[in-house]
């Protein structure tokens, strides 16, 4: 039986403006390759309307970090209102997309020990009652560590790319002050509450 653990709900990039459908998409994907993830796209539809495209995808790489653990992420991509537009930089003319675009990110981490001694049912409650309230167990927080970072890095490097499209140059997030913000949400979930 495996177990999903669900680390990052619904991380969300929010965009409206001028983009390249093709640059997103190889970002994510490059990002993920970097951090060894293996592409997989679950699904991808898209709708043609008078006011533009609709494009919705959804991705689901996943890494296997041990015969017993796996790491997945789920990355939804919304594309709203596409239209076709050109843009002129630098007096050349380039091609856009323009439109709103909504990325979500949710980050699994799926374990399976069935066989294993802590499958039992008394060692299964008891280690999971350590894990919680007493010792975190150093692999499994090291898994956890890791899928935070790993989806820090890609929300950062999609956000990044996102920032250069944009004409008033707000200061991006660092892939830094993304992992410790998405460690700080995960934290206040995990606590239990008095």
Do not use: C
Request: proline letters at 3%; a neutral charge; zero cysteines.
């Amino acid at each position: 039986m495996t177990e999903k653990n669900l680390l990052i709900n619904h991380k969300k990039i929010s965009y409206q403006g001028h983009f390249r459908t093709g640059e997103i998409l190889s970002t994510i994907n490059k990002a993920l390759l970097e951090k060894g993830y293996s592409l997989r796209e679950k699904k991808s539809e898209e709708l043609v309307a008078p006011q533009g495209r609709m494009l919705k995808q959804e991705l689901r790489p996943f890494k296997n970090v041990s015969q017993y653990v796996s790491l997945m992420l789920k990355i939804h991509l919304i594309f709203d209102n596409v239209t076709e537009v050109h843009k002129e930089i630098a007096g050349v003319k380039h091609k856009f997309q323009q439109g709103d675009l909504t990325i979500l990110f949710d980050a699994w981490s799926l374990t399976d020990y069935e066989g294993r001694w802590g499958t039992k049912p008394l060692a299964y409650f008891l280690k999971a009652l350590v894990h919680k309230y007493f010792y975190k167990f150093p692999l499994e927080e090291g898994f956890v560590q890791q899928l935070v970072s790993d989806t820090a890095y890609v929300y950062a490097q999609t956000n990044l790319l996102l920032h250069s499209y944009s004409e008033q140059k707000a200061p991006a997030m660092t892939e830094e002050e993304i992992r410790s913000k998405m460690e700080e949400e995960i934290l206040s979930e995990a606590e239990p509450e008095r």
